[in-house]
């Protein structure tokens, strides 16, 4: 199974392959790209669906949406080579939570609208709920991810 960059596929048994990240946009965003695969990876892994990445509007970006079960799983993902400026987590500030519930409630508006006037069903949540993952990626060695739900 050829999985491309950026992409996280699940084959048979529920395996779970990552693309790699390429560098067209530099190592940071590269970087920041590879964070993210082992992220999703994590959450499929944890038994989530992923239903979207890099979801983008012009208030920002919402990293990973995803299911578990009824709840809509809305997801921020810090990766870091080392904790020398605090740990993934503490990026995670209050200011980038209140965007982050703005960005789930616009993400929320953008899915009503897109199946007005269409025979599809809106789905609706039983729960909205906001997690982190934190990913270190140490120069040498595996990644080492943190999941913290209902982070805020």
Known sequence: MVVGAGQVEVGQGGSVQVGPATASSGARGAFGRY???VAAKHLIEAGLTVLARNWRCREGEIDILATE??????CEVKARRGVGFGTPLDAVTPVKAARLRRLACR????????VVGTDNECVNYAEIRFDVVSVLLPRSGPAIVEYLRGAF
């Open 69 to 74: 079960g009824d709840v809509l799983v809305v």
């Open 107 to 114: 993400w929320l508006a953008d899915q009503r609208e897109a």
């Open 35 to 37: 964070g993210e695969d």
